[in-house]
């Protein structure tokens, strides 16, 4: 990669970076706890890693964190895995949460939103009390710290009151999407075994309204250790038997109590894709999410009580867990139940404006369709309020930061972010305070020292290597469920640099500070030496209008040498002839290199994701290895497992 120095697409100025929260926390902590007062962003983070402990103190008194009972120390124990965060302190997530509604009762918490894009308020007093009435009832029906409680449910405001109740009584949350199918819920949800389903009777997408009673029927059938099913009428049926009424337990006038639980205490189980073998059952503490999502959203995120965050994402997804954590600043938190793309491409824009949202956050994919349809979002829509536009899922390429940049607005802060649901968090991304390059995150985040290191475990700089966290992070999972001997989690982030967390993804970290992300390291196309990320590979091809998706793979031949086809998916009414081979082919040769020109272009029927969206680059590399599908793949993780088949007879015919 090159180290010349490009001119930055964005860059903040003087009055945006004094403003910004990070700038006066820095001011504090260096008052406080000895951190720099000169040298910004870069020295601030370089104290962040160097004095972890202190760093992380002054996080939790820069937000007054409610402790009910303080720690003996910051770090009790710091190896990896199994780092001991806040040894002895105690406090609870929820009452954190809802802290606003003391101060600004009749304000916004939420702002829900479905497709017909007109926003409802919900206040912080009605939300805390909802939050009260329903902690109580749970505690009713016997519910206790430690319990789970699980949700089958869209991005609705019921779903961040039920996330916040169990939080309060000290039990843990768990939630899949509603379009999950009931195989795919009960590979999770049975690895925890819940006491409480939360269940609509079904959602509305794309305008069009899905059943989901007998999947909830099944749900309640295969998990024997379910006390009660609460009922959520989005579609207005009634509640079938034997389940309990959403209304009735959020109608009291009850006033929260919030179990002060350990700093470790269980907060919630999120799922990794599970695209081989059941997913892992990924726990995090109460304590560990509350303190790194306040830095993330706090100062990262620069959001406060002025602010409206909306991230498009579904309760599947750590990003709507992460969404949820906005009310830890204060901030009014826009939750969108409906399809990315209804009634037009332009949809997200819409919800965008009409609620004056501040930070607006999607996937990369969504700025590249917008860009591929011909979306104009600041002609057509009222963007003023949007300071900063964040994108995650995949990296967003060079072409999406300028579509941003051009369509949006010049002075748009852009942040694409990247981290994993292992730590619900981000590794690199957003800075106010940091110029934005194209194609580039700002940097990493404080207190996570993140590294490029070769297969010998030498850091790297300008240079790709394998994206590494050195120190614990506190969000950092406290175990998975059902792995007694800790076997699956060290072997999923520590096997192969002891001690040091690997996550999986090639990056390489610039000489300027900034990082690039270049897909999974585990898929990664490797030619003659020459390592490539396919998120490389998409962004070069996807820009031929005739290519809807594609899909790369590199695969290992038993003689040595290396097999790498590309998988297209058309665009309606295009035709994969000579004339296209060539072009994309040619794309490739003239912007990326041309060791990496595909072997193979075939046209696909479509291409496989997980339930979160990702392409399964993995999965169908080992089909076309020959290994059996059921042995490949999780078939519950997969958007359309019939898609697998033509890779599987592929595999047959070549083999």
Known sequence: MSTVNPQPLWQPDPDRIARARITQFQAWA????????????????????????????????????????????????RSMPGAEWFPGARLNYAEQALRAAADRPDQPALLCVDETHEPRAVTWSELRRQVGSLAAELRDLGVRPGDRVSG???????????????????????SCAPDFGARSVLDRFQQVEPVVLFAVDGYRYGGKEHDRREIVAELRRDLPTLRAVVHIPLLGTEAPEGALDWSALTSADAEPVFEQVPFD??????????????????????GGILVEHLKQLGLHCDLGPEDRFF???????????FLVSGLLTGTTVVLYDGSPGYPDTGAQWRVAERT????????AAYVMACRKAGVHPSRDFDLSRVQCVATTGSPLPPDGFRWLHDEVREDLWIASVSGGTDVCSCFAGAVPTLP??????????????LQSWDPAGKSLVDEVGEL?????MPSMPIHFWNDPDGSRYHDSYFDTYPGVWRHGDWITVTSRGSVVIHGRSDSTLNR???????ADIYEVVERLPEIKESLVIGIEQPDGGYWMPLFVHLAPGAVLDEALRNRVKQAIREQLSPRHVPDEIIEVPGVPHTLTGKRIEVPVKRLLQGTPLEQAVNPGSIDNLGLLGFYEELARKRA
């Open 436 to 449: 934005v390059y194209t194609g580039e995150l700002q940097a990493p985040c404080l207190g996570t020292d």
């Open 356 to 363: 004056g949202a501040t930070l607006y956050g999607t996937s």
């Open 265 to 286: 205490h269980p907060l919630w189980v999120l799922y990794s894709s599970g695209t081989t073998g059941l997913p892992k059952a990924i726990v995090q503490s109460q």
């Open 311 to 321: 991230w498009y994402t579904s309760t599947g997804w750590m990003m709507w867990n």
């Open 468 to 472: 590494v966290v050195t120190n614990p």
């Open 30 to 77: 260096a008052d406080h706890h000895g951190a720099p007062s000169e040298g910004g962003y870069p020295a601030l983070h370089r104290w962040s890693v160097d004095h972890l402990e202190t760093f992380w103190k002054a996080v939790t008194e820069w937000f007054d964190v409610r402790f009910s009972t303080p720690c003996a120390r910051v770090l009790g124990d």
């Open 528 to 534: 003659q030496g020459v390592r490539m990320g396919s």
């Open 152 to 174: 089958y449910l869209p991005n609705i405001p019921q779903a961040v009151v039920a996330l916040l109740a169990t939080a309060a009584v000290g039990a843990v949350w768990t």
